[in-house]
């Protein structure tokens, strides 16, 4: 699974162009969940075609966009559409049906 290190710069451009599903995560350096997200993440067999991370404390532009309230976020992107946050603890089988039921929602522009 690919990684991308997205920021305010690019996220935009960045989404819109990528094929496929995206998980795009935000997460901050002195956040435990988020430490044990870019741990755990890569690892799980997820079905998303990569993980585009944003770093939160730098990117304060995406996270009010994105409305990002807690950390981690996680929101899904699937060929520059927008279907909405994740919620889910971090857990494979969690964080799959998670998806399975957000790509159900109708898609929206990126934030």
Known sequence: ??????????????????AGTSLVIFTGA??????FAR???PRLDLPVQRLC???AEENGGAVERYEVFHLPALFIVRDGRF???????????????????GLTREPDELP
């Not at 279907?83 to 039921?101: V, Y």
Request: glycine fraction near 6%; charged fraction near 25%; include cysteine.
């Open 1 to 18: 699974m690919d990684q991308l290190e997205l920021s305010d710069f690019d996220i935009d451009q960045q989404l819109l162009q990528l």
């Open 83 to 101: 279907f909405g946050g994740l919620r889910a603890p971090l857990k494979d089988s969690d964080i799959r049906d998670a998806l399975t039921l």
């Open 53 to 55: 991370w944003v770093d």
């Open 30 to 35: 002195g956040c435990a969940s988020c430490r």
């Open 39 to 41: 741990q755990q993440l």
